[in-house]
C-alpha cells in the first residue's frame, strides 16, 4: 500500500521518534510511506476549546495534502488526531465549508486511521516481527477508546511482540487527566486524575508504559518522573518498530527473565535506520 503519514503537531516538534518509528513499522511490513511536506495542524486544538470557524484553513489543507488519490491510506501515530479528521472536520466542514471542502473531508475521512486500526483492521497484520524483552503496560487513550473504539486492537498487537511482559493496568480506562487545554483549565481535577493514574502504573511494576498517544504519555510521563517511580513512557509504534536486529534498549533495564539475549544491546536507541520516505 501507499499510505500518507500525518506526523501531528505533537509529533513534529516533541516526539519525532514516534512518526519515525511508524514509518520505520509500515516499511519493513512492505509499504510505502508517504509525508506530504505541507501539512500542518488538524486543528483538533482550536475545535475542542470552541473556535469551530477558525480552522477552517487547517481542515482545507489536511484534505488537499492527504486527499491524493495514490494514497491508499492515511495514519497517525494518534487517537486524537485521527478522530478530529474523521469526526471534528466533518462538523467544521459542514457547518463553516463549501461543497469542495465538505466532499475532500469525506474523501480523507473514509481512508484515515489510527496506527493500530491501519495494522490490524486494513493490513491484516497483528505479528509484525517486533522484539520488547521488557514489563509493559497499556493506557487506552480516551479517544481511542471512546471516539475511534480501537478496542483490544493496541492490546493485540503488544500480546504478539516476543519475549514482552504485558500486565494490566488497573482502571486502565479512567482518564489520565490531560485533555489538552483541560489541564491548563482545571489543573486542580486534571493533577488528581493523573495521580490516580500514576499510581495505578507505579501499582504495575512495569517498565514501561506505553499508549497510542503522545500527549497522553507526555502528562503520565510528567506524573512519573516527578514520583520517580522508574517506569518509562514510550509510544506504541516505538515498541513494535524494536526488533532483535535493532532493539530499542532502556538504558539500565535487564531485559525479562523469558527473554533469550541473542540480540546485541550496546545502544540506548532505536538502531533502526529510518526509512525513504516519498514526500
Same mark, same amino acid.
Given at each position: 500500500m501507499?499510505? /500518507?503519514?500525518?506526523? #501531528? ?8 521518534d514516534?512518526?519515525?518509528a ?6 519493513r511490513? /512492505? ?8 501539512? *500542518?495542524? &488538524? ?6 476549546? /470552541?473556535y ?12 488537499e ?6 494514497l491508499?491510506?492515511?495514519v497517525?501515530?494518534? @487517537?486524537?488526531c485521527? /478522530? ?8 467544521v ?7 469542495? !471542502?465538505?466532499q ?7 481512508? +484515515?486511521?489510527?496506527l ?6 486494513v ?17 487506552? +487513550?480516551?479517544?481511542? !477508546? ?21 500486565v494490566?493496568l488497573?482502571?486502565?480506562?479512567? &482518564? &489520565? ?6 489541564a491548563v ?11 490516580d493514574?500514576?499510581?495505578?502504573v507505579?501499582? *504495575? ?6 499508549? @497510542?498517544?503522545?500527549s497522553?504519555? !507526555?502528562?503520565?510521563?510528567g ?6 517511580a @522508574?517506569?518509562?513512557t514510550?509510544?506504541?509504534a ?17 531485559? +525479562?527473565p523469558?527473554?533469550t539475549?541473542?540480540?546485541p544491546?550496546?545502544? #540506548? ?8 520516505? #516519498?514526500?
Open positions: 501507499r499510505i /500518507g503519514l500525518f506526523a #501531528t503537531c505533537l509529533g513534529d516538534t516533541m516526539f519525532p514516534a512518526v519515525s511508524t514509518a520505520v513499522l509500515l516499511t511490513l /512492505g509499504h510505502e510511506v508517504v509525508f506530504p511536506p505541507g501539512q *500542518t495542524c &488538524c486543528g483538533q486544538m482550536h475545535v475542542n476549546t /470552541g469551530q470557524r477558525e480552522p477552517v484553513p487547517l481542515v482545507r489543507n489536511f484534505a495534502q492527504f486527499g491524493d488519490p495514490s491508499d491510506a492515511v497517525m501515530p494518534s @487517537g486524537s485521527a /478522530g478530529s479528521v474523521r469526526h471534528q472536520h466533518e462538523i466542514a459542514e457547518r463553516y465549508g463549501d461543497a469542495a !471542502l465538505r475532500g473531508v469525506a474523501t480523507v475521512k473514509a481512508k +484515515t486511521y489510527e493500530s486500526e491501519l495494522l490490524v483492521d493490513l491484516g497484520v497483528t505479528g509484525v516481527g517486533a522484539w520488547f524483552p521488557y514489563r509493559v503496560t497499556y493506557h487506552p +487513550t480516551c479517544h481511542s !477508546l471512546r471516539m475511534l473504539r480501537v478496542g483490544e486492537k493496541p492490546l493485540r498487537l503488544l500480546r504478539a511482540v516476543e519475549d514482552l511482559d504485558l494490566e488497573p482502571e486502565a480506562d479512567a &482518564c &489520565c487527566g490531560f485533555g489538552g487545554t483541560f483549565k482545571n489543573a486542580d481535577t486534571s493533577s488528581a486524575m493523573l495521580q493514574k500514576v499510581g495505578n507505579t501499582a *504495575t511494576g512495569a517498565d514501561v508504559c506505553t499508549a @497510542g498517544d503522545s497522553c504519555l !507526555l502528562h503520565i510521563g506524573g512519573l518522573s516527578r514520583v520517580r @522508574g517506569t518509562r514510550l509510544h506504541l516505538q515498541i513494535l518498530a524494536s526488533t532483535r536486529t535493532t532493539p530499542y534498549v532502556l538504558p539500565g533495564v535487564p531485559p +525479562t523469558r527473554a539475549p541473542t540480540s544491546r550496546a545502544s #540506548t536507541t532505536p538502531a533502526a535506520t529510518t526509512p525513504e520516505v #516519498t514526500r
